[in-house]
């Protein structure tokens, strides 16, 4: 109990950091991570449903369609790391496809979620053996020894590499690359370039999902660190942004106007933006180059028939 009071605590410590210092730069900057709080997560699992978010239902398709194959690569009792474990569905689907899978070990930064995905698991695979990491796998830790270290595989899906910048993706990747050593494999999801009104769509749908979504990071920053900003006074955009092949979301300022936060004033501009979060897009040779880069070869390319989506299956 007193961990989680400490957790709380250093999280609130370190978002109050974040927004005081991505809104003093030039370009007002918000971590993405941040998006995250309970409602946060609601919509985020709304916009995974809606007819112009393709990535989910995408993945999810490849992942059934090939799961045979994909079992196959892991190796029939593959110990399977998830990383940022959540993508309860995905999961499902690879774990009743490997055979014999020997361990599951779910990792995330928050331990009440990652407790939860084991008991979820474990309820649904009742012979397996589940053990959940606590750990924010942007930065570096260690998997216990504890965990075989034989046929370890390390499990990416959700495109949620895109989220990362350049020197995270490289950090992970090689994290990963560590942890599953010399003979270990990984199974990333990455989304694929494609038509700019596909993506715009996909970040800004009909029905406000998105938006809602990238407003409440200005909610949670009213609720939790004495914030004033007028939510009627910003709006979501989706812009694509061809030089970092990236989708980005902004929230843009309506008027002139400023707002506090923790007790500090930040001045806006009229159609001044907040970048809230940038979405990689990337093609099949730039992947499995940036897979090569960090230690690793795209053995594998599992894709749908219109090259939205990809899964890769990497081997060292
Ligand atoms: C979590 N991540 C992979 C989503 C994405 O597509 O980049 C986050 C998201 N942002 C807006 N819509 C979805």
Sequence with gaps: MLQRVDDKTRQHEAFRADVIAGLSQRQKTLPSRWLYDDRGC????????????????????????????????????????????????????????????????PIDIAADFVMETSTRVRDRFPGLKVQPIAADFTSDFNIPVTVPARQRVAF???????????????????????????????IIGADLKKDVATLIAAYDDGAGVTARFNLNLLARINRELAGSFRLDQFVHEARWNDAESAIEMHLVSLKRQSATVAGQSFQFR?????????????????????????????SKIWADAERRFALFGLSC
């Design 42 to 105: 609601e919509l985020f699992e709304a916009i995974t449903h809606l007819d112009e978010y393709y990535p989910t239902r995408t993945e999810t398709a490849i992942l059934a369609e090939n799961a045979r194959e994909i079992a196959d690569f892991c190796g029939a009792q593959a110990v399977v790391l998830e990383y940022g474990a959540g993508a309860a569905r995905k999961t499902e689907i690879l774990l009743e496809a490997l055979a014999a899978p020997r361990l599951y070990v």
């Design 270 to 298: 009229a159609g001044e933006t907040i970048h809230t979060e940038s979405s990689r897009k990337y093609t099949l040779d730039g992947f499995a180059k940036l897979a090569t880069n960090n230690g690793w070869q795209a």
């Design 156 to 186: 990416f899906p959700g495109s949620t590499i895109g989220n990362l910048n350049e020197a995270e993706t490289n950090g992970f990747l090689r994290r990963m690359r560590h942890h599953v050593g010399a003979l270990g494999r990984a």
